[in-house]
């Protein structure tokens, strides 16, 4: 059955709804289901998080708590099936995790994430495909097919310019329309069109002035009338400071249930008109029609599981997602000639294998390199060289890992960023290493420059020291079967095939983006414009260390014989494509265009199309790329419109985005003119020119005094009673939060804690208070404030 009809059986049932029982459709039975309406046989659904393997907590574990889930695949992150580039691939992970979903009754996976990269720093960053919407959009669509297959819903997040997680309930993101429909909704539209999530989640931040989630702009005129959606927008957790102007803008459900919190502003809403009852009425429609097709999915699920098989899906996973940045011919290793190994690092004893917060995966296994090797026959010597938890060393540790490199033939040092440096509700304050890894890396080169980084991250981190190693083989945060995979790389048994989503910059002050990120508490300005990632590196000439697109593999690849073909509004790129090398691998096509000549400004070049191709030793495949008319598109913000200028375009296929391998140039005509738009001189937006792309004035970014609803728990130190009131809150909230977590979770515990919002305290009480009780309170903290400042 089409939503079209469960949408239509819906309307039928809420027309028949009094207003209490519409009002508490609006927001979840409890923490992670919906209400029901047995008298209509509408069920209560499901919703679990997973964008990389399922985290469905049992039912012990506390409302707000991280630990408690229960054993499921945990497959590579976002971050690393970004590197892939392989849709099929990144669907049957999807396909799995589904599946796992319906084995555990859960009806509704919140994920994929798709929010672009604009500073490597990002916290989530592993929980995000790449730094490009085109990319973001197709594997996104790939996952949302695959999760949906298993008759389980996915559920695209954050929408929208989530980018940071410093202060992001409250922070206001000021980013212009030309920017915003190019970069950071491209990719929900490609998404949109390519797959049918049942779900879109609204994300905390505002965005120029208002809450995504109560944007009409953002869900009504853009995410539903523009783009198509017809499934249900939920909230973040907790992340609706409004429900009134939440409902009005299109947002149906409200996560986790606030009770009765806002049952008596929506009634008064309701009552003076302010709130339209078919506005209340097409919400609850939406939430039904949803429980009614989960109703009909649940008889179709298959909910049996092969998890030795998912296992092993991740494992092949985890070797098409890791990058080889650097090889002066050490990889692979010869298992017959290598002589004696070392592996040094902690990592290869205790993995580092996904991220920290609410995508944290109890797996159902975890292979680590030692044992992957120990079951080859490979005999090792081994030196930790660093403390897993905190990537400290000590002299001690330093001296043996040094002594154990100067007797090996060959290294292997595992190295990265430890567990709680990449985590929801926490950036990164740097790019580096930790100090600990930096010395054991120097130490370990020094001893034996016959040495192979494998670099465990979520995200770039800055490598100076890149050149020093005999070979760095990124493997990203791989997933639970990481250790087998990095293995079987090491020796050949696998390719490491991944292509870089994102670029790794030399150092984090090149970026336009750093010198306005996570710089202020309440605001955030995006003057780079579309300046993100290889849009920055490759039209100012500033190099990144590795470049977006990046990845040798351990085979090479010719690319010949470019050729262009239109048809109508659609041109066909056709390259051949020739494995120039003695094994078989995987090559990515990846095709750019760039305008030679352009009214509004443009980045050199953009992504368009990509392939993954796949070829034996010695053979030619002929790859075929179509760009539709949108390739060659600009947003015409005086416009309002998505145009082509007539002109010549210049189609580039490289196998990096930086390595351009065959050119051609096409004409393409258009009869649409483009309005002159704001422009700047440089990489980054001066004031006046930044307000000029916004179109106004920059607005003078809130603060954090006096007290008010959206006042963090972090922002009560303030002033004395405030203080007493946060510590009081921070060791009842971590209390909950922390609840069957592991101590790899500790600091995202605080940090979300501290990150709370006061009205969190009453949509999260249960009923025991109220908005008056909770405004009441904020007075009483402003009358401190006052006392205060007279003293």
């Not at 506390?62 to 590197?83: E, I, K, Q, W, Y």
């Not at 523009?226 to 409200?254: I, K, Q, T």
Request: aromatic share 6%; net charge negative; proline share 4%.
């Amino acid at each position: 059955m089409s939503f079209h009809a469960y949408l239509a059986q819906a309307s039928t049932i809420v027309a028949s709804l009094d207003g209490n029982t519409k009002i508490a459709l609006l927001t979840g039975r409890d923490f992670w289901t919906t209400t029901p309406l047995p008298d209509h046989a509408v069920p209560s659904f499901v919703m679990s998080d997973g964008p990389h393997g399922l985290r469905h907590q049992d039912g012990s574990a506390g409302n707000l708590g991280l630990g408690g889930s229960l054993p499921a695949t945990c497959f590579p992150t976002a971050s690393a099936l970004g590197a892939t580039w392989d849709p099929e691939l990144v669907e049957r992970v999807g396909a799995a995790i589904g599946r796992e979903a319906a084995s555990q009754d859960v009806d509704v996976v919140l994920g994929p994430g798709l929010n672009i990269k604009r500073h490597p720093a990002g916290g989530r960053n592993f929980e995000y495909f790449s730094e490009d919407p085109l990319v973001s959009g197709v594997l996104a669509a790939a996952m949302v097919r695959g999760i949906q297959s298993q008759g389980v819903g996915a559920c695209l997040k954050h929408y929208v310019a989530n980018n940071q997680e410093s202060d992001r309930f409250r922070l206001d993101t000021l980013v212009d329309e030309r920017t915003l429909r190019e970069l950071y909704l491209s990719g929900f539209e490609t998404a949109l069109t390519l797959s049918d999530p049942w779900m879109v989640m609204s994300s905390y931040n505002r965005l120029n002035g208002t809450h995504v989630g109560e944007s009409e702009e953002m869900i009504h005129d853009i995410l539903r009338s523009e783009f198509g959606f017809l499934g249900v927008v939920v909230s973040d957790w907790l992340a609706v400071s409004d429900r009134v102007r939440a409902v009005r803008a299109g947002l149906d459900l409200e996560m986790p249930s606030s009770g009765r919190t806002w049952e008596r502003e929506i009634s008064q809403a309701l009552a003076s008109g302010v709130l339209p009852r078919r506005t209340i009425d097409l919400a609850c429609t939406r939430v039904v029609a949803l429980a009614l097709q989960v109703a009909d999915a649940r008889a179709q699920r298959a909910t049996t599981v092969d998890l030795d098989a998912h296992h092993e899906l991740a494992r092949r996973a985890a070797c098409a997602a890791a990058v080889l940045l650097t090889n002066d011919g050490i990889l692979p290793l010869d298992a017959s000639a290598h002589g004696t190994m070392a592996v040094i690092g902690a990592f290869a004893e205790h993995p580092r294998f996904q991220g920290a917060g609410s995508s944290h995966v109890n797996p159902t296994r975890v292979s680590r390199l030692l044992d992957a090797l120990h079951s080859r026959g490979v005999d090792v010597s081994y030196a930790a060289g660093y403390d897993p938890a905190t990537g400290d060393t000590t002299e001690s540790l330093l001296a043996e890992a040094t002594q154990v490199a100067a007797d090996a033939d060959v290294v292997v040092l595992h190295i990265g960023l430890p567990h709680n440096a990449e985590s929801e509700g926490l950036d990164r304050p740097h790019l580096r290493l930790p100090k600990g890894h930096e010395r054991l890396l120097g130490a370990v080169v020094g001893a034996n420059p016959r040495t192979a980084v494998a670099l465990s991250v979520g995200a770039p981190v800055e490598m100076p020291w890149a050149d020093d190693a005999a070979a760095v083989l990124l493997t990203y945060l791989g997933g639970q079967a990481s250790g087998e995979a990095l293995a079987d790389m090491l020796f050949g048994d696998a390719e490491p095939s991944g292509r870089l989503a994102e670029s790794f910059p030399e150092a984090v002050f090149d970026l336009p983006a750093d010198a306005h990120f996570a710089d202020h508490p309440t605001q955030v300005e995006y003057r780079e414009g579309l300046y993100v990632g290889y849009r920055f590196h490759d039209t100012f000439g500033i190099p990144a260390r590795f470049a977006f697109g990046h990845g040798l593999g351990y085979t090479s690849f010719d690319f010949r014989d470019l050729h262009v073909s239109s048809s109508g509004r659609t041109h066909s790129v056709s390259v051949d494509v020739t494995n120039t090398s003695r094994r078989a691998g995987s090559a990515v096509v990846q095709v750019y265009v760039r305008d030679m000549k352009s009214t509004l400004y443009r980045p050199k070049h953009e992504l368009k199309g990509f392939a993954r191709v796949h070829l034996a030793a010695g053979a030619t495949q002929t790859v075929t790329v179509d760009l539709d008319e949108r390739a060659f598109a600009v947003y015409d913000a005086r416009a309002g419109a998505w145009v082509v200028e007539e002109g010549d375009f210049e189609i580039r296929v490289g196998a990096s985005s930086v390595d351009i391998r065959e050119c051609s140039t096409i004409t393409v005509q258009s009869t649409t003119k483009v309005c002159p738009g704001a422009a700047f001189a440089g990489s980054i937006a001066n004031r006046t020119e930044f307000e000029d792309m916004l179109g106004h004035d920059i607005p003078p970014p809130a603060a954090t005094l006096p007290f008010t609803r959206e006042t963090l728990i972090s922002d009560l130190g303030q002033t004395a009673l405030g203080r007493v009131l946060r510590k009081t809150l921070i060791r009842v909230i971590t209390a909950r939060m922390g609840s069957g977590a592991d101590d790899a979770n500790a600091a995202t515990v605080t940090a979300l804690a501290q990150g709370i919002p006061l009205r969190a305290l009453a949509m999260a009480s249960g009923g025991r208070m109220s908005l008056r009780m909770l405004d009441a309170m904020v007075r009483l903290l402003n009358l401190g404030v006052r006392r205060e400042r007279g003293a």
